[in-house]
Structure formats: structure tokens, C-alpha cells
């Protein structure tokens, strides 16, 4: 074996695999010398070399090295190894890394560890909710070195209070390390002593943020408590400057040339960035469409320091009033974006779809285009819906094209339908701000014809993409979602069966199933609540190189090629297409792609997170001045602890504790989504209506309290029969979204 590993390296440092395989096969934890010397590593420099990869190997959890200085396998020692989640009430979890079930971690184990760190725990036994119970054996990585939170002074000793209630212990400052902080200012402290079963975390404060109730102190929070990069390195802002201000006249050669053709931008009307662009026309029986992206790839190029940037960030971050953009301004806003009337280079893909939707070919070509408008939502909705004869003339040049796009997008979506599509249309808000970026009012979002046909265009494109790149074999980021699991399909059926439904497919059911089950329900009072427990039995949307296919759009190859603006895994698309088109060989492995595509899905779960964060704040903040008030509301979760609610016409939601609901032991029922009372059979049901009084907003929680109204709820007895039960209108709480395309 020895002689193995010294052909391999100039100095013979045994390989991982070999130190296993030792360990293995001697069945018994080994000293560090007979691990030396069994391996044939002898001089003082292989010593130290073949040290710091057995340190290496504990970060990792792959050995263990006990307090006699003996390493032995983590496996053979019963060892779990994962991450730590934890949680206010200060416990937490261990998520393994090998997918297994969570560890319950009690307060006593969290104290020397903090959310997000990554240990090795062994199994002490189960508690009396048949939880498996961890005890931490070694810390193996630190998961966060700095911590946002309200700093409190004190004479001998200050505290950082930390914003992410998953970190349960304060921070120390001692005395010198408080770097000007005041009382009660948000700061950013750098962990310098990790906490120990003994002692808490100390640290030293970094960053001065500012007052608490700042505005956009929210946003400043949410930044750091989630990692978002938001500096640019000096390195990425010099590449960025060194481009020109606008595309040169040589960089058409080699191009197909569209800029004849009245392709042209359908956004929002904040939009700052237009990364799409569109065209179609008749051709015979058949519609020719062109979907212009973006040739972000042409700028930014594999290891670059922008490349390098723009992977750090995975994506853009949309914050209320304030985005973090993936690329710098200079390309984001300005060379990439497809602005009106000037020339920018774009990745095409042209189809022709038939007159039953089918996209009978299609292919992919470098073009160089100028943008004919900058068209709105509102806008193409009014030339196309409403007919609105001033717009129509104002844009009358462009008419047929949009005509063309209008009469595609209803073949598309009646093909979507056929294909059994899953369609939740579920209601989405808007957040009007006013001067001090806070919140004036929320009002629901309409979403339009104008819209779906952007929707439907992009995902013609972004399925032909994917297409193309299985075709050739070339490694990409997938756009994959899994259906429900099993255990989540079984309480869907236990709902369904309670209101005298039935979804389809038995154990393996399709989105065709859910499509039709959505159908039939769409005209009954409770069909939103159907429609919120549907979506929530289906797992979330990721990237990944392994394609299983994409349940809900009911595609079996899928991938996103219309943003990379704003998503870095679209770049990685744009390059396959390029290595295509060129005839070269892909520049990365599958075993990059996959690592890659799970650090895409990281980074925008962390931007959904953030996001998230950010508006329960502010929904917290305008309902401050609002306590004491009633408002009609819609149950819009139901857990153990209590029951959410969304009032009406408000949009906020907010928790009526378990304790606030009556004089009765309430039991929670998962997969009926109910609370129901065990004296008076008194219940509290997803999509029940309810009139709550707004009694208390924690801005630090970022958390609002109500109780139910007297006589404002309905109880519910037992019924022989289930299937009669009386149904009443159900709503989902939102999640906000940004631009959706496909």
C-alpha cells in the first residue's frame, strides 16, 4: 500500500483513502506513530504534512481522534456527522449530511455550539417524542464568524444581542472591543472565542450598522445575518471597468444580425434590468417566435474575477427598494441589458411552434440585436385586451408583432392545460412604500394576459434549451422537482378524503392528476384552501445536473436559460449552448455541475430567506399602529403551537397562540391541518374564516399576535359522516416573488 501512494506523490503523504483503508482493515483506533509508520512515512516533513491531512480528516468527520490521541473511523464510532439548526428556545437539531433523520439536540448541547455550525454527535438515546437525542462529540467547522445583532453597553462587559433567533447566546464584548458602538445600535461582531460547555461566544464588534429603527436597517440585517455578498472586491470592480460603454461595431462579426427584427421588452414597470426580449410571426399555419436573452457569457468568462463574483452570489437579491445584483451595474443595468434602441449582443433561440403549441424545431444562434421598446405589462395588456386605440397607435408599427404573441401565447397555455400542467394561481401582493421606505399601504397584485405571455415564452425557450443540451450529453444545471413523498401524499389523501376528494396516480401520481383534481375544484368556496394543501405537498424546485424533470410544469426536461442577468446557473446554460455552437468540449465535469447546482440552490434559498425576513419586519413595523384593532381573517396555517392568520384586505399574517384560543386542550391534527378542542370539539381549520384583535407586535421577532374576537369562531362537533362536512373559503399566505418567468 505504501508503495502504491509513493508513486503517486513526490513526497509519499499517504491518501485518504489509504489512511481509511488502514483503519479499516486493522478493525481498531490506531496511534498517530502506527498510522506513520504502517504507511511508510518517515522523514520530519512527510510527518508534518501527513499531520495536517489527519487534521483534515477530523474537520471532515471522517476520524475521530479521542482524548488518549487515538484516531478511529466516525463510522465504526456510531458518529452522525451534520449541521446544526438552531432554535430560539435554545435546542436544536443536527441535519445529517448523509440525508438521515435529524438528532434533537437539548439546551446543555447547544451551549458550546452555534446555528450553522458543523459537528460530529453520537446517539444517546430517544425522548418521549420518539426523537432521536444527540450528544455533540467534536466541532468540526465554525458555520458562521460573524454575527449581526443589538449591542447593549455595560461598564465592565457588553452583549450582542443576535437579529437570527436561531443563535440563542449573546455575544460577549469585552471592554476595548466595542469599536465606538453605542447602546442599542445594530453592529456586526466577528466571533473570536467559539463558546465551550463553560463559557459563551466572545467576540469583538466589526461593523457599526447603526440605530435599530433606521430605515432600511431591516435590509442591513437581513444582508449580513444570511452572508449575501453585497461589497464588490476591488479586482471585480477593475474587470468591470475595463469594458466599453456601449457594443463596439466589431463585435457583430460572426453574428447573426437581428437588428432589423422589432423584438422588444415586456416588464414591470420598475424593472431596471431587461434581460428578454421577444418576437414572433406568422409562417403559414405555423408561428416563428424568438426569444432574445442576454449574451451575458460574451463579459463574463469562466474564472474570471467576475465569474468568480457572480458565483459567490448565485444570484441576484430583491429586497424591497434595493436590489444586490449578481453583476456589477455596468452590465447588469447597462452592456447586457436589452435597452431600447441600441445595439446589444444576445443569445437567440428561434422556434417554430405548431398550431397545436408542439415547438416542432428549433435552434440556437450568437445574434447581435436592438431593442424596438420597452414595453410594460400594463401596457401590452392594454393594447391587447382592453384595445386601448391611443396605445395602439402609438405603437402601431409593433401591433402585429404583439397581435402574433397574443394568439401563440392562448396555443401555449391550451397546450399546457392538455399536457396537465400544474397551474396554481394563487394571489400575490404588492408593497407600496412611502418616503422613509416604509410601508404605506399592501395591495394585491393582478396578473395579467401580458404576463402569462412572457411565462409561456420563456418556458418554450427554456425547455428547448434543455433539450438541445440532453441531446448532446453536455453536463447543466437542471431545473428539477420532485413530487410529494410518500409520507406527504399520505396526509394529502387523509385531507382529500375528509372534504370527498380523490387525487389520481395512486402511490406515483402526475401532474395531470393534481391538473385535474385543480380543475374540478375550481369553482368551489374552499378551492383556494385546496389549492394551498396541494402546493404544499410538493417538494421545493432546485438545480441539479441528475434530470428527473420538472413535476409541476409536467416537463421531462427543463432548465433555465432566460436570466443570467440575475441567476448564475441561466450563465452556465448560455456557456454549454456556447461549447455547442463552437464545437468545443464542455469546460466542466459532472462532478463540478453538481456541486455548482447545489450551491445555486443554496444561494436562492438564502435569497428567498432573506427576502422573507425583510417584509415580515416591515409588515410587523406597519401593523405597530394598528394594535388594538380588529380585522376578518383567513386561517392561513395551523401548527401545534397555534394557528396563523391573513387578515383580509391587509395581507399581513399573524399567530393566534394556542393558549389564546379557549378554556380547552387543543390537539393538533397534521394531516387534517386542524386544531380541534378536546372538550368542546371546538376547531380551528386551514382556511376557516376568523376575526382576530391585533394585541401585541415584537419588532424583534419581527412577530404579531392576535386573539380571537369573542364569538367570532366557529365550532365545529365530530360528524358521523366526514364527507358532509361544511367547507368555507381557504387563502394561502404569500410568499413575494420577483419577475416570474418560468
Known amino acids: 500500500m505504501a508503495e502504491r501512494e509513493a508513486s503517486k506523490y513526490e513526497f509519499p503523504v499517504?491518501?485518504?483513502e489509504a489512511v481509511l483503508q488502514l483503519l479499516s482493515e486493522r478493525g481498531e483506533p490506531l496511534k498517530f506513530d502506527v498510522i506513520a509508520q504502517a504507511l511508510g512515512v518517515e522523514s520530519e516533513r512527510d510527518r508534518e504534512a501527513f499531520e495536517r491531512r489527519l487534521r483534515a480528516m477530523e474537520r471532515d468527520g471522517q476520524l475521530l481522534k479521542n482524548r488518549r490521541g487515538v484516531y478511529g473511523l466516525a463510522e465504526k464510532m456510531d458518529l452522525v456527522r451534520g449541521r446544526v439548526i438552531g432554535h430560539a428556545d435554545g435546542f436544536g437539531f443536527l441535519v445529517p449530511d448523509d440525508g438521515g433523520k435529524d438528532l434533537f439536540l437539548p439546551a446543555r448541547e447547544m451551549r458550546r455550539v452555534l446555528h450553522g455550525d458543523r459537528v460530529l454527535a453520537r446517539v444517546t438515546g430517544m425522548d418521549a417524542r420518539e426523537r432521536r437525542v444527540g450528544a455533540i462529540v467534536e466541532v468540526l467547522e465554525q458555520g458562521s464568524r460573524s454575527v449581526v445583532g443589538r449591542y447593549t453597553a455595560s461598564e465592565r462587559i457588553g452583549f450582542v444581542v443576535p437579529s437570527d433567533k436561531r443563535i440563542a447566546q449573546e455575544i460577549a464584548i469585552p471592554a476595548g472591543s466595542e469599536t465606538g458602538a453605542k447602546d442599542g445600535q445594530i453592529v456586526v461582531a466577528e466571533i473570536v472565542q467559539p463558546p465551550t460547555v463553560r463559557s459563551g461566544p466572545v467576540g469583538r464588534v466589526v461593523e457599526v450598522l447603526g440605530d435599530h429603527m433606521a430605515p432600511g436597517m431591516e435590509i442591513e440585517i437581513a444582508i449580513r445575518a444570511h452572508d449575501i455578498p453585497h461589497r464588490w472586491p476591488a479586482e471585480v470592480l477593475d474587470e468591470a471597468g475595463r469594458f466599453p460603454g456601449q457594443?463596439?461595431?466589431e463585435a457583430a462579426a460572426g453574428?447573426?444580425?437581428?437588428?432589423q427584427v422589432p423584438l422588444v421588452t415586456i416588464d414591470g414597470e420598475d424593472a431596471r434590468d431587461f434581460d428578454d426580449a421577444v418576437y414572433c410571426e406568422r409562417q403559414g399555419k405555423n408561428w416563428r417566435l424568438i426569444v432574445a436573452i442576454a449574451d451575458v457569457a460574451n463579459y463574463v468568462k469562466p474564472g474570471a474575477a467576475l465569474d468568480r463574483e457572480a458565483f459567490v452570489r448565485g444570484n441576484s437579491v430583491y429586497f424591497p427598494q434595493q436590489v444586490i445584483p449578481m453583476l456589477p451595474e455596468v452590465l447588469s443595468n447597462v452592456l447586457c441589458s436589452l435597452n431600447p434602441q441600441v445595439d446589444r449582443l444576445c443569445m437567440a433561440c428561434e422556434m417554430t411552434i405548431s398550431p397545436k403549441g408542439e415547438i416542432q424545431k428549433y435552434r440556437f444562434f450568437e445574434a447581435i440585436m436592438r431593442s424596438a421598446a420597452r414595453l410594460t405589462y400594463t401596457k401590452v395588456a392594454a393594447m391587447l385586451i382592453e384595445r386601448n386605440a391611443p396605445l395602439r397607435g402609438e405603437y402601431d408599427a409593433l401591433v402585429p408583432a404583439l397581435e402574433n404573441l397574443y394568439a401563440l401565447y392562448k396555443v401555449l397555455h391550451a397546450a399546457r392545460l392538455h399536457r396537465g400542467a400544474v397551474d396554481f394561481e394563487l394571489p400575490e401582493t404588492k408593497i407600496i412604500y412611502d418616503e422613509q421606505r416604509k410601508i404605506k399601504r399592501i395591495v394585491p397584485l393582478e396578473r395579467n394576459d401580458a404576463h402569462r405571455l412572457i411565462e409561456e415564452c420563456m418556458l418554450a425557450a427554456n425547455v428547448s434549451a434543455a433539450e438541445l443540451l440532453r441531446k448532446h450529453k453536455v453536463p447543466i444545471p437542471y431545473r428539477i422537482h420532485e413530487?410529494?413523498?410518500?409520507?406527504k401524499l399520505l396526509e394529502l389523501r387523509q385531507f382529500l378524503f375528509e372534504l370527498g376528494l380523490s387525487l389520481g396516480g395512486g402511490d406515483s401520481p402526475q401532474a395531470p392528476h393534481y391538473a385535474k383534481l385543480l380543475a374540478a375544484v375550481g369553482k368551489r368556496p374552499d378551492a383556494r384552501l385546496i389549492q394551498t394543501v396541494l402546493l404544499r405537498s410538493l417538494s421545493q424546485a432546485i438545480?441539479?445536473?441528475d434530470n428527473i424533470g420538472h413535476f409541476a410544469l409536467g416537463y421531462e426536461h427543463y432548465t433555465h436559460f432566460t436570466s443570467p442577468i440575475r441567476r448564475y446557473p441561466d450563465l452556465l446554460v448560455h456557456r454549454a449552448i456556447k461549447s455547442i455552437l463552437h464545437r468545443r468540449s464542455p469546460a466542466i465535469s459532472l462532478e463540478q455541475m453538481r456541486e455548482q447546482s447545489q450551491h445555486c440552490s443554496f444561494t436562492e434559498r438564502r435569497a428567498d430567506e432573506a427576502t422573507r425576513e425583510?417584509?415580515?419586519?416591515?409588515?410587523?413595523?406597519?401593523m405597530m399602529d394598528r394594535i388594538g384593532e380588529e380585522f376578518d381573517g383567513i386561517i392561513s396555517g395551523v401548527t401545534g403551537f397555534g394557528v396563523f392568520v391573513e387578515l383580509n384586505d391587509v395581507f399581513v399574517d399573524g399567530l393566534v397562540h394556542i393558549t389564546a384560543l379557549g378554556n380547552d386542550y387543543f390537539h393538533f391534527e397534521a394531516g387534517k391541518h386542524r386544531l380541534i378542542g378536546e372538550r368542546t370539539r371546538k376547531t380551528y381549520r386551514l382556511g376557516d374564516p376568523l376575526r382576530?384583535?391585533?394585541?401585541?407586535?415584537d419588532l424583534d421577532e419581527a412577530r404579531i399576535d392576535?386573539?380571537?374576537?369573542?364569538?367570532a369562531v366557529t365550532a365545529k362537533a365530530g360528524r358521523a359522516n366526514i364527507h358532509r362536512r361544511n367547507v368555507r373559503e381557504g387563502k394561502k399566505s404569500r410568499g413575494k416573488r420577483h419577475r416570474r418567468r418560468g
Open 483 to 487: 413530487g410529494p413523498t410518500a409520507e
Open 706 to 711: 392576535f386573539e380571537p374576537v369573542d364569538g
Open 247 to 249: 457594443v463596439p461595431a
Open 692 to 697: 382576530v384583535r391585533v394585541v401585541r407586535v
Open 614 to 622: 425583510v417584509i415580515r419586519w416591515l409588515k410587523a413595523e406597519y
Open 14 to 16: 499517504p491518501s485518504r
Open 255 to 259: 453574428r447573426e444580425d437581428l437588428r
Open 543 to 545: 438545480y441539479s445536473p
